[in-house]
C-alpha cells in the first residue's frame, strides 16, 4: 500500500512571498491532517479534515493559512505572505476513519519550509 | 485542557542495555496514548497505542510500554536497545475527540 505523499519536499522562500504544499492521502482513509512542526517541538496540529469537511481548525492562523481538501481526497496547504516564524517541517497525515481520537495516523515524509 | 510531557529532552543508553523514555499526560476523560518515532528527514512512523484493555502494549521493533492510570504515564520501553533504535520519539494523546497533542519529543541515543 503506497504511503502518504508530499510535495514539495523542500522550499525556500522570502518573507512575504506564497506558498502552496500539496498532500495525497493513502487511497481509503477518511481523515487528513496537516501539522507543523517547528524545531525542537512536537507536531501541532493546523487543520483537520474528515472526508471533505473541516473538523478542526482552531490552530489554524487564518489571516495567512488556508487549506482545502477536494474531493475528499488531495489536499493543500497555502500560506500567504509567509512570515518568519512559518519556517518549520510541514506533516501532512492519514488516518482510516477519524474513530474518535483512536485511530492511527500516517504520516507523509513532510515539506521543510524555510523563510529567509 | 489536554497535554503531555516528555520530561527529559535526550535518554542515552548504551546497546543491548534497557531503556525507557518517559511520558506522562494530563487529560479529562479516558486517554488514548501513541507513541511515534520520527527519523532524520522522514515522517513519523507509528509504534504503539493504548486504546483500553491490559495495561501493557506492545508494539514494533520490540518497544512496548505500560499504561498507569494512577501515575498518568505511558512510558516507552525496550528490553535491549539497538544503535538503529537511535530516533526522536514522541507520546501523544487524544481523549476521543478530534485533536491529538504531541509532546515536545525526546532524542534517544543509542551508543554501541
Known amino acids: 500500500e503506497a504511503g502518504v505523499a508530499q510535495s514539495p519536499r523542500y522550499k525556500i522562500i522570502e518573507k512575504r512571498q506564497s506558498v502552496a504544499f500539496w498532500c495525497n492521502p493513502i487511497s481509503g482513509h477518511a481523515t487528513l491532517y496537516w501539522y507543523q512542526q517547528i524545531l525542537g517541538q512536537g507536531p501541532k496540529l493546523l487543520i483537520q479534515f474528515q472526508n471533505n469537511g473541516v473538523v478542526d481548525d482552531s490552530q489554524l492562523p487564518k489571516d495567512r493559512f488556508s487549506a482545502e481538501r477536494l474531493k475528499g481526497v488531495d489536499s493543500t496547504l497555502k500560506i500567504q505572505p509567509a512570515k518568519l516564524e512559518d519556517s518549520a517541517v510541514y506533516l501532512c497525515?492519514?488516518?482510516?476513519?477519524?474513530?474518535?481520537?483512536?485511530?492511527?495516523?500516517?504520516f507523509g515524509p513532510g515539506t521543510r519550509l524555510t523563510v529567509l | 485542557a489536554q497535554s503531555v510531557a516528555q520530561p527529559e529532552d535526550q535518554v542515552n543508553v548504551a546497546e543491548g542495555n534497557p531503556l525507557t523514555v518517559k511520558c506522562t499526560y494530563s487529560?479529562?476523560?479516558?486517554?488514548?496514548l501513541f507513541w511515534y518515532v520520527q527519523y532524520p528527514n522522514r515522517g513519523l512512523q507509528f509504534l504503539l497505542k493504548y486504546i483500553t484493555g491490559d495495561n501493557l502494549v506492545k508494539g514494533s521493533y520490540g518497544f512496548e510500554a505500560e499504561f498507569n492510570k494512577s501515575q498518568t504515564s505511558f512510558h516507552l520501553k525496550k528490553p535491549s536497545a539497538l544503535v538503529s533504535d537511535s530516533a526522536l520519539y514522541f507520546c501523544a494523546v487524544n481523549t476521543g475527540g478530534f485533536k491529538t497533542i504531541f509532546g515536545a519529543g525526546t532524542r534517544l541515543f543509542v551508543k554501541a
Open positions: 487529560v479529562s476523560g479516558n486517554p488514548y
Open positions: 497525515a492519514s488516518s482510516p476513519t477519524g474513530a474518535m481520537g483512536a485511530d492511527t495516523q500516517y
